[in-house]
């Protein structure tokens, strides 16, 4: 018990969406890169902060999120989304949301434009039926 609580102490951000995402993404480029490569890319003067970020030991730097991004070759938006939270809390990141929006992936964004193309840009309403049919796709 004291162990994982001292684990939690100093990897705060450990379960953190973030966290798993740059882990994931730093396994998926280990063929092509090391994370002293990605932390280079990313404009971080120290090596081991790509690994303090993997194991939740620091938050992401929302200033370092573009670099950040490209060098673990993931959207912008999306990891800047995942970052929000684990930065400034879940609170605060839904009222920086509701100001600003939610941050649209290029994913997304693809979605978006199929979805003007389909329905003539009419602005088609959310319904029920078109709901489901969305959430079919899914699986949902």
Known sequence: MINLMREDMTNPYQNSATAKL????????????????????????????????????????LDRMPSL???LEVDPAYLM???????????AAKAIIEIFG?????????WLAELRDVSDNSDPRMTARS?????????K
């Open 22 to 61: 740059i882990a994931e993404r730093i396994r998926d480029l280990a063929h092509r890169k090391t994370q002293a490569d990605i932390a280079a890319e990313a404009g971080f003067a120290n090596a081991n902060m790509v690994t303090y970020l993997k194991n939740g030991k620091n938050k992401v730097p």
């Open 81 to 91: 989304r995942l970052a929000l939270d684990q930065a400034v809390g879940a609170t």
């Open 131 to 139: 709901r489901s049919a969305l959430r079919g796709i899914f699986g």
């Open 69 to 71: 991004a490209k060098a």
């Open 102 to 110: 939610t941050p649209a992936s290029e994913n997304e964004r693809g």
